[in-house]
């Protein structure tokens, strides 16, 4: 496949709640979409980079100029390619994960569509359809409540809220004592050290599924040793940059059940090569979010669908975060569930006219 143009398209949309985390708060979303032309036809994929460095060391604008810089130009300087061959392609780029998974996820797309072929089948999916979580920025206390008693009358499978010090054990405890039979978990976005075990050892008597990314991504001995202090399991997310990383992570004992991004992981590519090393040894697997739109919920959904994602994603309806998605076809949530598109690629339709009228700008890259 021959890419001729890669269109670097930026848009803004208001979430319907504000998602406060330890590291910042998104409101208003300013995304970058990545359009494939090829000689086969057209492709779509989505940057999941927020405006700051805050999750990770990667924002949009730092992505937006590495992709026009350095990863297009790469890809579309080759006579031909092949989703299969973008780790190659782009290998003299080091580091920018979530530029290059939007590429690949464009690519894939294209070449998917031109072969008939859901991104679904491509992955490895089983399943028809995925149980969904929803994850819960942070609130004032009363205000959390409303959120979460709103989600679980929707029918989601399972809540996961959003901790950091001083903002922990009391919405916990809170949240648990009016809902006692729910899948419940918690992610600190690296907020706490390896000197908090005792914090977060307090969090063990709410029955939570698990404790996300408590520690620095850097820090696997400190999860190991926290893994040691209490009975919570833990979760990695940030810390999991690779297959690689996956397998010292689970040797080291940082964790016992792992987030899959793709775009923390580089592509979707990567992302079902971690999957392949969790099944391996064991280790549970979900699928984590970054808010995205249609476009990139749509791959996660596929992704989601593969047999060793046991637990409940951050895959939720498109109406939990946008009052109008960038798809023809959004998300509803269904018993809890969300369908694993069966169409070629990604399986749902871009809304152009919807695209264009929330557009604050374009790029079109070629030769
Ligand atoms: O997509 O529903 C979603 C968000 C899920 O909590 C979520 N993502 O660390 O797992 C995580 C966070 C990162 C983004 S928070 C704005
Ligand atoms: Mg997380």
Redesign the pocket.
Known sequence: MKVEAVELRRVALELVAP?R?SFGT?TARDILLVRVVTNRGEGWGECVA?PDPG?SEEYVDGAHHVLRDFLAPRVIAASDVRAADLARVLGGVTGNPMAKAALELAVLDAELRADGVSLGTRLGAERRAVDCGV?VGMFPLAELLDHVDGYVADGYRRV?L?IEPGFDVEPVRAVRERHPDVRLQV?A?AAYTVADADRLAALDPFDLLLI?QPLPSDDLLGHAEVARQIRTPICL?ESITSARVTELAITLGACAIV?IKAGRLGGYLEAVGVHEVCVARGIPVWC?????TGIGRAANVALAALPGFTLPG?T?ASDRYYARDVVSDPFVLDDGRLTVPTGPGLGVTVDLDFVESITTSVEILRP
């Open positions: 998602f985390t998104q927020f999750y994850s996961k959003k992610d976005n996300e997310d987030n984590g979010g970054m808010l995205e951050d939720s």
